[in-house]
Every structure is written in C-alpha cells, then in structure tokens.
C-alpha cells in the first residue's frame, strides 16, 4: 500500500519522538542554517531537523549528520509541516534567513546567531554563535573549550606554515572555465588564512563572501602568488582544466604552486574554519616550494 505524504511525514517525525528516543534534557534545536548546523553537531550534539542534509553531507562533509535529523528541505523554502511535527523548542537562523522568521516563529520561538557581515571578519562571530549555542545546549564548557581547541589548531598549524607564508595567496573556487570567486578578508577562508600567517592576494572588495564572477587573467595580477583552489568543482570544469590554456598560462600553475583543496563549505562556521586550515596546509606540503 502507498503511503500518503501525510502519513510518511509523521512516520519520520514519528520516529524522532518514540519512547526509544525520548525528549532528553538539552532543548530540541532545528536550524535553517548550515553554519549552525555544523556547529550545534561539533559540539557533540544533534538538531531534531536542519536543511538539505544530502547536500550537507557532500560538500561541508565533516561533522557527520546523525540519521535521527530530520531532513526539511530546501534552506531557502523549508518543510514547514514537517517542522511543526518535530516539534521544536527553538529554530537557529542566520541572518541570511531573516525573511523567513515570520513563519517559522508561528512554530517555534526564532533566534537569529552571527554569521557573516558586510566588512566584519567572520571568525569572531563564528565564534560568538558557537558560545551561544553552547548556553542554548547547555553545554557552555564545551563550547568555550571548542573554541580554544579551534584556535590552538589554527595557531599550531601558522608554526608549521611560517616557512611558506613569504608569498601572498589567492583564495578561490571555480564556478565555470573562465571564471573564478576570490575569498576576501570577510570570508571565513579568507579570514582562517590570515591567521595562518599569509597575505590574502586578492585584495579588492568582497561581500562578506567572495568576489563573482573574476576573469581567470585576473590571477595574474599577482605572478609571485599561491594558488589555493576549493571545491567543490563543477564536473566539466574539473574535467577540462587541464587542458585550460588560460589556466595552465597563469604563473602559479606553471610554477607549481597551487594547493587544490578538498570541498569545503564556503559559508561555514568553526568546524569549516578547521577543515580549511587542515586542508591548506596539507595542501601546501605537496605544492612546489617554487
């Protein structure tokens, strides 16, 4: 027998709320955003129900999602039934998501934690919504102790890197074979890589994300740079750019000295600052010293 949305619905949210899974202590959190999202999860906790986790899975990839969240859908257009039926305590957005409290609070009360802003450097306020979380949770000790964690690691990783930061580097993601985005100060890469001890090549505005779309001549304007290039990259692109002659002209690539750098979110929070770091500088070990 088919069933019905309705009824599938509640079988998923039925099984968020059976005897087996009881209400526990620490209030039942849904979020919108994958930057909270990732935090609540590297703080060894779990949201009843977030967005997108398919694609969560492949491109922020670490924390690993438990299979008790809830999947809603969309960020932009969320399964407000589905939400309704988990029941939350609390819904955390960001104010990417400001447009939608509206709704969401005829759910639930709505909290909206830092994440990017126009000009800020969005380390810091990483950090404030991981603080938050943590009294949301009731886990303010480990949040503050996640967050130390966070900065040792970054600060560890800047020693071992000092060798390599006398050349500045360009930031960037592809979206398409002649086109790139450059991560400025105000992007989460941009921000871990000054705390990794390098100048950030790319010094115009950004958006508090990245500048889009750069021609690929651009990353000529500075020959003596690194190149550090982050996926997630379109199939055709990845495919194609080895034999991009614009690609393959620029000065970093001839010189060697690009450092591909595996999926990562773009707009993430703590736990993408560390997954960035990490692999930077994995990356930058197996590039030419050139």
């Known amino acids: 027998?088919?069933?019905?949305?309705?009824?599938?619905?509640?079988?998923?949210?039925?099984?968020?709320?059976?005897?087996?899974?009881?209400?526990?202590?620490?209030?039942?959190?849904?979020?919108?955003?994958?930057?909270?999202?990732?935090?609540?999860?590297?703080?060894?906790?779990?949201?009843?129900?977030?967005?997108?986790?398919?694609?969560?899975?492949?491109?922020?990839?670490?924390?690993?999602?438990?299979?008790?969240?809830?999947?809603?859908?969309?960020?932009?257009?969320?399964?407000?039934?589905?939400?309704?039926?988990?029941?939350?305590?609390?819904?955390?957005?960001?104010?990417?998501?400001?447009?939608?409290?509206?709704?969401?609070?005829?759910?639930?009360?709505?909290?909206?934690?830092?994440?990017?802003?126009?000009?800020?450097?969005p380390f810091p306020l990483a950090e404030q919504a991981a603080l938050a979380i943590g009294d949301r949770l009731g886990i303010p000790t480990r949040a503050r102790l996640y967050i130390e964690e966070t900065a040792a690691d970054i600060a560890a990783r800047r020693l071992a890197l000092s060798g390599r930061a006398s050349r500045p580097v360009f930031v960037i993601s592809l979206g398409d074979a002649r086109h790139f985005r450059a991560f400025g100060r105000d992007a989460m890469f941009g921000d871990v890589l000054g705390r990794l001890g390098f100048a950030n090549a790319w010094t115009a505005d950004t958006s508090y994300s990245a500048a889009a779309p750069v021609p690929l001549e651009a990353l000529a304007a500075v020959p003596e740079a690194y190149i550090a290039l982050v996926g997630p990259m379109p199939p055709d692109v990845r495919w194609s750019l080895p034999e991009n002659?614009?690609?393959?002209?620029?000065?970093?690539?001839?010189?060697?000295?690009?450092?591909?750098?595996?999926?990562?979110?773009?707009?993430?929070?703590?736990?993408?600052?560390?997954?960035?770091?990490?692999?930077?500088?994995?990356?930058?070990?197996?590039?030419?010293?050139?």
């Open 245 to 290: 002659a614009i690609w393959n002209a620029l000065p970093a690539v001839r010189a060697g000295r690009v450092a591909m750098i595996e999926t990562t979110n773009h707009f993430g929070g703590l736990a993408s600052a560390r997954r960035f770091a990490r692999l930077f500088h994995a990356a930058m070990d197996m590039t030419d010293h050139g």
């Open 1 to 121: 027998m088919m069933l019905t949305r309705r009824k599938t619905l509640a079988i998923g949210a039925g099984a968020l709320l059976a005897p087996g899974l009881a209400r526990a202590a620490q209030p039942r959190i849904a979020t919108i955003d994958w930057a909270m999202l990732e935090t609540i999860l590297a703080l060894g906790a779990a949201p009843v129900a977030a967005t997108e986790l398919i694609q969560f899975r492949q491109i922020v990839v670490e924390p690993a999602v438990p299979q008790t969240v809830a999947d809603l859908g969309l960020r932009g257009a969320p399964n407000l039934e589905l939400l309704r039926m988990v029941s939350p305590d609390l819904i955390l957005i960001s104010a990417f998501y400001e447009y939608q409290r509206a709704y969401l609070e005829r759910i639930a009360p709505v909290e909206a934690l830092p994440a990017f802003e126009i000009g800020k450097p």
